[in-house]
């Protein structure tokens, strides 16, 4: 028989209660801490977001509030592809700025690249011609650092002088397309490839599959192509100062020295050197586009599919 006491039904009751508001209580103070939290994310996105527009700003003021007189300044780096640093829209932005900026006395494009995507490549040429006929007072150079190769010439030659240190790097123009073959890897291993197509050369370039030499006479007649519109480019910016030598054209690069026997380079300098002793106002002002955090964010949203893409057709440029 239990002895224990036994509760009465208001008891009972009384205890639900009890048990019932500290459970409501506990609700309301889990929801409060959420709706603060909540706010506190929200106010914490907002000062980003008003900091981020801030620094935009400030940089934007930096220009318009910069002295009368500079020599502009805007770099190219790396490689040049459309999703890079040195794309054609960042760099054809800066040159624009810098070009109708009131104070520019000159521009200096300081390159230092391998080289990149001819359709990149060729947007800023075609865009620093235009430049130089729209703004005829202004004086537009090309100043070499490490390397100025393939699509990195492409743009230097655009430019009415090239300078160039002892050094550098420079040439290399030609067009490469390049690849590999796993045809021979894959009988060893006993891997059958299963690759069906609508159009007869829809596997161009195919890695698992025999190099057809249709295929190659194609691709071939496409290098040679783009190759003679460098040429073209090259020929028409520096006229006389190449020296006769097709070994300019052959896709092999020189030191500077070299590069400037050759007629590649007209002097030697760096951009400092160039403002203060060909420009004449030593004071630089740099225009070059930079990324910010919105535009990192965006690119890479979309930046895996296009490099696996890229990567499976293969490289191809002006490199």
């Keep these: 028989m239990d002895d ?7 008891d009972l009751y009384w205890h639900r209660r009890v048990l019932e508001d500290l459970a409501n209580a506990s609700i309301k103070e889990q929801r409060a801490a959420r709706r603060w939290g909540i706010f506190f994310k929200i106010l914490f996105a907002l000062y980003l977001i008003v900091g981020l527009l801030a620094w935009v700003g400030l940089s934007q ?72 006929k729209k703004y ?87 290098l040679d192509g783009l190759h003679t519109q460098f040429i073209k480019a090259v020929k028409a910016g520096r006229g006389d100062r190449l020296k006769a030598d097709e070994r300019i054209f052959s896709g092999l690069y020189w030191s500077g020295l070299e590069a400037k026997e050759l007629g590649l380079v007209d002097e030697f300098g760096s951009t400092s050197s160039v403002a203060r002793e060909v420009v004449g106002e030593e004071e630089t002002l740099n225009f070059t586009r930079k990324e910010d955090l919105l535009e990192r964010f965006a690119k890479r949203m979309g930046a895996g599919m296009s490099e696996a893409l890229l990567q499976a057709a293969g490289g191809f440029g002006l490199r």
């Design 4 to 10: 224990r006491p036994q509760e009465s039904s208001g």
């Design 61 to 132: 003021q930096d220009l318009s509030l910069s002295s009368d007189s500079h020599t502009a300044v805007v770099e190219l780096n790396g490689v040049i592809s459309h999703e890079s640093a040195s794309s054609a829209d960042k760099v054809v932005k800066g040159l624009r700025d810098a070009f109708k900026h009131k104070g520019t006395k000159a521009v200096v494009v300081r390159i230092n690249s391998p080289g990149g995507s001819p359709v990149q490549s060729a947007y800023i040429h075609d865009e620093m011609l235009r430049l130089r």
């Design 136 to 222: 005829p007072k202004i004086p537009l150079y090309a100043v070499v650092s490490d390397i100025c190769a393939s699509g990195g010439y492409y743009v230097a030659s655009a430019a009415e002088k090239i300078y160039a240190n002892e050094s550098s790097l420079v040439g290399s123009i030609g067009v490469l397309m390049n690849g590999f073959g796993f045809v021979d890897a894959m009988k060893e291993l006993g891997i059958e490839r299963r690759l069906l197509t609508a159009g007869e050369h829809k596997g161009l370039m195919d890695p698992f599959s025999p190099l057809k030499e249709t295929d190659k006479a194609h691709v071939q007649s496409l």
